[in-house]
Nanobody, 122 residues
């Protein structure tokens, strides 16, 4: 069974920083894209940042210049450094990864972490 475990959420004042981390574990053969999403109650989950296996990245316009995604392919981890946080960044943040496992080597499946709360006070 594959698991994505997030850590690093919390409460921070506007202008502050937080770093989220996500580690994938289990019988992993390979990981394609890894990403961070966020969701506010009553709204759709939205992509915050994504990182390809080869190192490419893309960001939501709302976080460009403030957030940085990074991954370590040797450790199956992806981090999100969040700087200059704003109250509108408050959400539950989810780690996502496209993974080929030893159980199903012919398909790539989408996995989600359990989510971590980020709250930015004004």
């Amino acid at each position: 069974q594959v698991q994505l475990v997030e850590s690093g959420g919390g409460l921070v004042q506007a202008g502050g920083s937080l770093r989220l981390s996500c580690a994938a574990s289990g019988r992993i053969v390979s990981i394609n894209d890894m990403a961070w999403y966020r969701q506010v109650p009553g709204e759709q989950r939205e992509l915050v940042a994504a990182a390809t296996k080869s190192g490419g990245t893309n960001y939501a316009d709302s976080v460009k210049g403030r957030f940085t995604i990074s991954r370590d392919n040797t450790k199956n981890t992806v981090d999100l450094q969040m700087n200059t946080l704003k109250p509108e960044d408050t959400a539950v943040y989810f780690c996502n990864a496209e993974i080929v496992t030893a159980h199903h080597m012919d398909v790539m499946l989408n996995y989600w972490g359990q989510g971590t709360q980020v709250t930015v006070s004004s």
